[in-house]
């Protein structure tokens, strides 16, 4: 869902599972698409990206999923740890040249041990 | 640590005050971004700079103000400083101008207007 204020998306999950994180991308045009990881009193921490011209990128652990049909792009993270904690934000490039990233509002992610 | 270093950490001052974020890049980028995070509106683009020059600008308000530096680093003035602008603000840099191109983060600078 949509958050608003303080109140982000929240995804509590047990220790080991699976996660999935979700976004919607606003502007059918963007062709690069980032997810960002922000720790709690930290910067925003490049996870991976994915650019318009795939569906799939697979990292450590984490694998971005890119459906341009209808402008989603999700997060999965495999046996999730409790260091996994943080909030997720999509990001999608929109201004032309590549020069700007505009940022989803985020999806907390809490992980119980 | 990022590599990306911000000052202050923390900053309180009064409305209608004026201040400056300093921002000092990763050893070898060129980009520096600046973007406002507040809890209302979430991450915010504010404005780049290229190797001393503006290379893009987002929603960065006329009080606002940058500049990058000879030395690469950068500062963000935030001046007639209203209840509003308290938010994080965050220094990015990277490599190269394009977005596609990795950038690492600062800690980030709170501030708080009272």
């Known amino acids: 869902g949509e958050s608003v204020g303080l109140h982000l998306p929240t995804l509590s999950v047990q220790e080991g599972d699976n996660s999935i994180i979700n976004c919607a991308y606003s502007?059918?045009?963007?062709?690069?698409f980032i997810w960002y990881k922000q720790e709690s009193g930290k910067g925003p921490q490049f996870i991976i990206d994915i650019r318009s011209n795939m569906d799939k990128r697979q990292g450590q652990r984490v694998t971005v999923l890119l459906n341009k049909t209808v402008k989603h792009l999700s997060l999965q993270i495999a046996a999730t740890q409790p260091g996994d904690s943080a909030v997720y934000f999509c990001?999608?490039?929109?201004?032309?040249?590549?020069?700007?990233?505009?940022f989803g509002k985020g999806t907390m992610l809490l992980v119980s041990p | 640590d990022s590599g990306v270093t911000q000052t202050p950490k923390h900053l309180i001052t009064a409305t209608g005050q004026r201040v400056t974020l300093r921002c000092s890049p990763r050893s070898g980028d060129l980009s520096v971004y600046w973007y406002q995070q507040s809890l209302d509106q979430g991450l915010q683009f504010l404005i780049q700079y290229y190797n001393g020059e503006e290379r893009a600008k987002g929603n960065i308000l006329e009080r606002f103000s940058a500049q990058q530096f000879p030395d690469l680093h950068s500062e963000l003035n935030l001046s007639s400083l209203e209840l509003g602008d308290s938010a994080l603000y965050f220094c990015a840099s990277s490599e190269l101008h394009r977005a596609d191109t990795e950038a690492f983060f600062g800690q980030g600078t709170r501030l708080t207007v009272v």
């Open positions: 990001a999608e490039n929109i201004g032309s040249g590549y020069s700007t990233l505009t």
């Open positions: 502007n059918s045009a963007s062709d690069y």
